[in-house]
């Protein structure tokens, strides 16, 4: 047990699981038993969640809006990507530079120029979520390419390799685990969106609009079992990112290890 309040300590894995169990356990309890007046109860929260699933189609619009949400991630992290490392470039910098400032536009503007070029709703809602998510992968993957050191790329340089074969091993190839990483980092901005994006086009449903209806008619047990959703979906998406890491760079999981 002291290896849980020593700093830097590395439980073992059961030890871990067994913390975070109990405190959950507390958590729940301290709901069951000592509840908020402005929450409802767990059993409340319990029996929107069955009838959001059973009559109001949960799953279903849960499905909708994770669809949007990865297809606008891929095309977001394909843009994001080559901006990124265009950046090998000095011509193409101040385009790099650019879209990283560009993350503090607001979505309201956007939508509204956005509907003015495009002609559908879906058209409106993926492209206000593939530039929300391609300026703020940019700014996490260009941190990503400077982390690479002179002494890696001069260390490529003596192996007989170009600058664009130097480039490819160390910056593309080399940092590619931590690409993925900031891809997983930013996934979310997509989930606090398209609740947003949703509920101003509510053609294609999701669940941000079945949000929007429990909010508007202060169902407040069902906006929190909405909001739980999200949040385990969230959790468990997190989860197949850090899976996919380990699986595809094992050797950045032994550094993370040893350091």
Request: no cysteine; net charge neutral; glycine share 6%.
């Amino acid at each position: 047990m002291k290896e849980l309040f020593a700093p830097n300590a590395q439980p073992s894995r059961p030890v871990f699981a067994t913390m975070v169990g109990a405190q959950l356990l507390v958590l729940v309890l301290l709901w069951v038993f000592y509840p908020l007046q402005i929450f409802p109860s767990l059993g409340q929260v319990l029996r929107a969640l069955g009838d959001l699933i059973t009559t109001q189609g949960l799953l279903q619009e849960l499905w909708a809006s994770m669809t949007t949400a990865l297809q606008a991630l891929a095309i977001g992290t394909v843009l994001a990507l080559g901006i990124s490392y265009l950046t090998a470039l000095p011509f193409f910098r101040p385009i790099a530079y650019a879209a990283t400032k560009m993350r503090y536009l607001t979505l309201t503007g956007l939508t509204f120029f956005m509907a003015l070029m495009l002609s559908s709703g879906h058209e409106v809602k993926l492209s206000v979520l593939v530039f929300a998510t391609t300026v703020y992968l940019v700014t996490g993957m260009t941190s990503v390419i400077l982390t690479a050191t002179r002494e890696e790329m001069d260390h490529a340089r003596t192996l007989g390799l170009g600058e664009w074969r130097s480039f490819w091993e160390v910056v593309v190839l080399g940092k590619l685990d931590l690409m993925l990483e900031v891809v997983r980092q930013n996934f979310a901005i997509i989930w606090t969106m398209i609740t947003l994006v949703e509920t101003l086009y509510q053609s294609e449903g999701g669940i941000g609009l079945l949000l929007y209806k429990q909010n508007r008619y202060l169902h407040l047990d069902g906006v929190l079992a909405i909001q739980l959703v999200i949040l385990a979906t969230g959790a468990l998406q997190d989860y197949v990112f850090v899976l996919l890491r380990r699986v595809f760079f094992p050797h950045s999981v032994l550094t993370a290890a040893a350091s």
